[in-house]
């Protein structure tokens, strides 16, 4: 096959770049993260790229910041498939998986009304991971009651 007409998106030096995100949920990894767009580095996202082994995928780049691992297992939750490039001096460095932890702390609400931690009580909340993939669920961990995909994703 002839060389591509052109990279999408040029390679980066150094920085992390998070590739195989589930099409559509590039923005709930930042989220994620806390990138909100104010940060001093240069963040690429490229949505609904082409991929052989997905269909579609969405790729986050990120210049001159690696992820540590406590924030690249929360991505598992939204973007199962992802795999997380360190990048140093042009060449990938590091390429890992990303496995979602077993528990999730703050970040998320829980949807019972009359839970705990939704009550003045300063109680934050904590959901267990259970299943996996596109099939993970998070269970409260005060009250039971159990988010799917489509739930907690809509609080991302
Ligand atoms: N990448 C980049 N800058 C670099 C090196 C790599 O932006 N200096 C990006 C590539 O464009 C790709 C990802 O990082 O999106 C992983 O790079 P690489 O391992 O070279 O690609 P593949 O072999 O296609 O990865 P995989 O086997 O994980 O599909
Ligand atoms: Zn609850």
Redesign the pocket.
Known sequence: MSEKRE?R?????D?T?I??ITAGTALAVLRILGITGKEDYVV?VLMNVP???LGRKD?V?IEGRELSPEEVDKIALVAPKA?I?I?R????AR?EAVKPPSTIKGMLKCQNVACITNSREPVSPIFKVEGEGENLTLRCYYCGTVMNRDEFLKQF
């Open positions: 990279l998106v040029e390679k980066i030096r920085g770049v590739d195989h690429s991929s052989g082994k790729i780049k795999t490039n990048i001096n042009f060449e990938v390429k």
